[in-house]
């Protein structure tokens, strides 16, 4: 069984994700709403925001908090690229984190991966299989919920794959134009209209600065 997707993110009026500066504490707050087992984050976004590597004996949890009760970190990365994973490990975010790759991952990345105690789902040929993975997190982690933190690239592999029951999507009072935008749904484009995806407005909400709370079920 599939867990429950959602994509959250903070877009401009006109559908960027780039340039202007999103209220990342709202963002946040909300987050709270779905209670989820896992957080999905791309390996773009997570290269984006590498850190340093903290010392081994810190465990990186405010006194008196239970890891048990925090999100894994999960995220795709057939290509080897992530090397931040000690530190992603440290952080009070998530109980645990949980690397994804395909049967063409270099043998080299997922010894590293072995030494930094991460755990590793293999699926797919190429690519991270998302769909076979997210059975997989349900059915042997318990995962009901997935939140989706990340930019357009994974977004467009879970909408494409019809992997997503809810966008969410803070609306930010600013226009930032572009020939060649950045948009929080990248994926090839449509040969006909039958793979448009509709949508269902379920919530409008108006937050603080001008901030717009749109959430859309995806119609399947």
């Known amino acids: 069984m599939l ?45 984006a925001q590498e850190g340093p590597t903290p010392e081994e004996d810190d465990d990186g949890l405010p006194d008196g908090e239970s890891a048990e009760a925090r999100p894994l970190l999960v995220v795709p990365d057939s290509r080897g690229r992530v090397r931040s994973w000690r530190f992603l490990r440290k952080q009070p975010y998530w ?12 043998a080299s990345y997922l010894a590293y991966l072995r030494r930094e105690r991460v755990e590793v789902m293999v699926s797919g040929q190429d690519h991270v299989d ?60 449509l040969a006909s209209p039958e793979g448009v995806i509709p949508l269902r407005l379920d919530h409008v909400e108006q937050l603080r600065e001008d901030v717009v709370w749109l959430r859309y079920a995806v119609v399947k």
């Open 130 to 189: 998302l769909r076979l993975t997210l059975e997989r997190l349900n059915e042997e982690q318990g995962v009901k919920i997935v939140r989706v933190d990340s930019g357009g690239t994974l977004n467009g592999v879970l909408l494409r794959q019809g992997l997503v029951d809810e966008i969410s999507l803070l609306i930010h009072p600013s226009l930032v134009g572009g020939t060649s935008p950045r948009s929080l749904f990248r994926a090839p484009d």
């Open 95 to 106: 109980r645990g984190v949980v690397a994804l790759c395909s049967h063409t991952t270099p």
């Open 3 to 47: 867990p429950r997707i959602i994509l959250h993110n903070v877009v401009s009026l006109d559908g960027r994700i780039d340039w202007f500066p999103p209220d990342v504490r709202l963002y946040y707050e909300l987050i709270s709403r779905w209670r989820e087992d896992a957080t999905l984050v791309g390996s773009d976004t997570i290269i």
